[in-house]
Antibody
Framework: EVQLVESGGDLVQPGGSLRLCCAA?????????MEWVRQAPGKGLEWVGR??????????EYAASVKGRFTISRDESKNSLYLQMNSLKTEDTAVYYC????????????WGQGTLVTVST | DIQMTQSPSSLSASVGDRVTITCRAS??????LAWFQQKPGKAPRSLIY???NLQSGVPSKFSGSGSGTDFTLTISDLQPEDVATYYC?????????FGQGTRLEIK
């Protein structure tokens, strides 16, 4: 069974940093693209970024709103995906989800339960 | 960026009804269209990918159709457990974008 468990969400001040983790199990982690998606309180879903699979050298893509501030990485030995968030802004307040990409169809087929990041003074 | 526009934004229907949600892309997205269900306080759940393919475990009361820029999600025999917000998504090009959501309620 595919499982994705996010952690690391917290209250942080504007300008601060935070690292989120998504622990994956139940599938071959290195074979799949992985995504981060966020949802501000009471709002819709916003794509944050992508980590391609090992065959594609774990290269990344980012939304314009986070490019240059957020970095996605992986630790293959821990089957974990990370989101390093720097220079945080109040508008980064959201629940952050990780999702797995289906290798054949490239859709978001599995999601974690999310972790809440609050950026506030 | 490709804009995804859903209609209606909210919808109220009766138990047993059939409801349709539409999603329009601002440009062609091939077959890279997905639908998600999100219940209050929960993570999104994938329902449909590549326009009309049901995810494993999703009941056949959900169906998708469309092509080019216009797509629909249809829910048959509406039940109380279908109360949720539904989102369409294009994954054809970066940035990946979602519709604004359609909130479905029971009358």
């Amino acid at each position: 069974e595919v499982q994705l468990v996010e952690s690391g969400g917290d209250l942080v001040q504007p300008g601060g940093s935070l690292r989120l983790c998504c622990a994956a199990s139940g599938f071959i982690f290195s074979d799949h693209y992985m995504e981060w998606v966020r949802q501000a309180p009471g709002k819709g879903l916003e794509w944050v970024g992508r980590s391609r699979n090992k065959a594609n050298s774990y290269t990344t893509e980012y939304a314009a709103s986070v490019k240059g501030r957020f970095t996605i990485s992986r630790d293959e030995s821990k089957n974990s995906l990370y989101l390093q968030m720097n220079s945080l802004k109040t508008e980064d307040t959201a629940v952050y989800y990780c999702a797995r990409i289906n290798s054949r169809w490239h859709d978001f087929d599995s999601w974690g339960q999310g972790t809440l990041v609050t950026v506030s003074t | 960026d490709i804009q995804m526009t859903q209609s209606p934004s909210s919808l109220s229907a009766s138990v047993g009804d059939r409801v349709t949600i539409t999603c329009r892309a601002s440009q062609g997205i091939s077959n890279s269209l997905a639908w998600f269900q999100q219940k209050p306080g929960k993570a999104p759940r994938s329902l449909i990918y590549a326009i009309f393919n049901l995810q494993s475990g999703v009941p056949s009361k959900f169906s998708g159709s469309g092509s080019g820029t216009d797509f629909t999600l249809t829910i048959s025999d509406l039940q109380p457990e279908d109360v949720a917000t539904y989102y369409c998504q294009q994954y054809n090009s970066y940035p990946i974008t979602f519709g604004q959501g359609t909130r479905l309620e029971i009358k």
